[in-house]
């Protein structure tokens, strides 16, 4: 990853306005101390990588990061909703209060792994990146605790507890450390299988809304029939563009059809997952199951719609009710600030750094959301696939691999954005 000084004047002057020299040679610096700092990042990775923890008990991994921090020079928070952790740097001068937001727990999983560095917890393992987030974290606060004179305004790294459990950052948010930070903007991104270098993201809806549903009849229905009947209502309800079908997440990063592609097939889509289960309870029967809708707007009509498909059955008579009974908000980035961001990073680092993605993936979700319901921000998706290596960063799957290179792009792209939303006047 390389700046394009030859085009740093011209593009400084659209996307900055009139800079001094001083001030553009800044992200100079940044690419070049991420460039030092980058074998211990990789160091600190792989100790993460060794020594995962689950939602709820990061208290190794808490006091890695606090050391860290401190060792930065920056003020440390620590014990925020749980293992939690704050570093907290202070600019040279007045400017807006901007935080950067990492995930720290790990995933239960036990698939091999032939890395020298690899989990000594069985059964546990960062299956998921949350490791490379965490070092990213601290790298961008490394470089930017260098380079605290250019920043103006308070840049907050969260460490946060507990994401695959959805409750670390809904906890977080009501804290006392969090409303006394008063943020004017969040920042957060996610290793995905896209290839390394390459940064996406789309303002609004970034993945697909997950809801769970359950339908209720008065009489149990054999496997057979709730089997046939789930599959009509599978069929009835469908909503997708030709071709592929949204529920294959690898194809999401393949360049023709994938979420790059305006025409892609990861839009505007409504599916219900294969998988139901069943259940006899109180006398009554339930088919349970989740269905990924990309349309906010829709969904209060699926209800009516699956009712619809249940009453042209033979089943008609059986069935009293069907609703919603989970379902978690969806990353939703600030449209203004996302298209500020690709604008700066791809001025920066060159035209296809950060590039656009157009379709919603479903099965993901992140609970960065409740931070964007306090404060404007933005996640992003870091690739972090080398095809050529074989390395496929495809999250959760048996072989989640991680180009470390990654770590170096998202550490002075995001160093070089926060340093510049933070000294907007
Ligand atoms: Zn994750």
Redesign the pocket.
């Known amino acids: 990853m390389k700046l394009k000084p030859h085009l740093i004047i011209f593009l400084f002057s659209i996307a900055f306005g009139c800079k001094t020299l001083e001030e553009k040679s800044i992200h100079l610096n940044i690419e070049k101390d991420t460039k030092e700092i980058f074998d211990s990042l990789v160091e600190i990775r792989r100790d993460f990588h060794q020594n995962p923890e689950l939602a709820g008990n990061e208290i190794r991994t808490a006091k890695m990061i606090t050391k860290h921090l401190l060792s930065l020079g920056l003020e440390v928070k620590t014990g925020i909703a749980g293992n939690g952790v704050i570093g907290i740097l202070k600019g040279s001068g007045d400017g807006k209060n901007i935080a950067w937001r990492a995930?720290m727990d790990a995933?239960p999983s036990d698939f091999s792994d032939d890395a020298s560095y690899k989990s000594k917890v069985k059964g546990l393992q960062h299956g998921?990146?949350?490791d490379v987030?965490m070092a990213i974290g601290l790298g961008i606060a490394e470089v930017l605790a260098k380079n605290k004179e250019a920043i103006n305004g308070t840049i907050y790294f969260i460490f946060q507890p507990e994401?695959?459990t959805f409750v670390g950052a809904k906890n977080m948010v009501t804290t006392s450390e969090f409303s006394t930070m008063n943020l004017d903007e969040i920042y957060a991104l996610?290793?995905t299988a896209l290839p390394v270098g390459q940064i996406m993201v789309k303002p609004n809806e970034l993945y697909a809304y997950q809801k769970r549903i359950q339908i209720t009849f008065k009489d149990n229905l054999s496997k057979e029939e709730a089997k046939d009947l789930y599959d009509t209502i599978r069929t009835e309800t469908l909503r997708k563009k030709d071709g592929v079908n949204p529920w294959e997440i690898p194809k999401a990063f393949d360049s023709a059809i994938g979420l790059s592609n305006p025409n892609t097939v990861f839009k505007d889509y409504l599916f219900l997952e294969e998988n139901f289960v069943t259940e006899e309870a109180n006398n009554q029967f339930h088919i349970k199951g989740y269905l990924y809708e990309t349309d906010k707007s829709n969904l209060p009509n699926i209800l009516s719609k699956i009712e619809q498909a249940i009453n042209n059955t033979t089943f008609k008579d059986q069935f009293i009710s069907v609703s919603y009974i989970q379902g978690n908000p969806t990353v939703l980035n600030d449209e203004e600030l996302t298209s500020k961001a690709m604008n700066l990073l791809n001025d920066l680092y060159g035209d296809e750094t950060a590039v656009m993605n157009y379709g919603q993936i479903p099965y993901?979700n992140?609970d960065f959301i409740y931070f964007q319901q306090k404060v404007p921000g933005v996640y992003f998706l870091l690739g972090g696939s080398n095809y050529e290596k074989e390395i496929v960063a495809m999250?959760?799957a048996p072989n989640f691999r991680v180009d470390e290179k990654c770590i170096k792009v998202g550490v002075a792209s995001f160093s070089s954005l926060i340093l510049e939303r933070a000294n907007v006047k």
């Open positions: 995930d995933i998921c990146g949350h987030h994401e695959e996610h290793v993901f992140d999250n959760h």
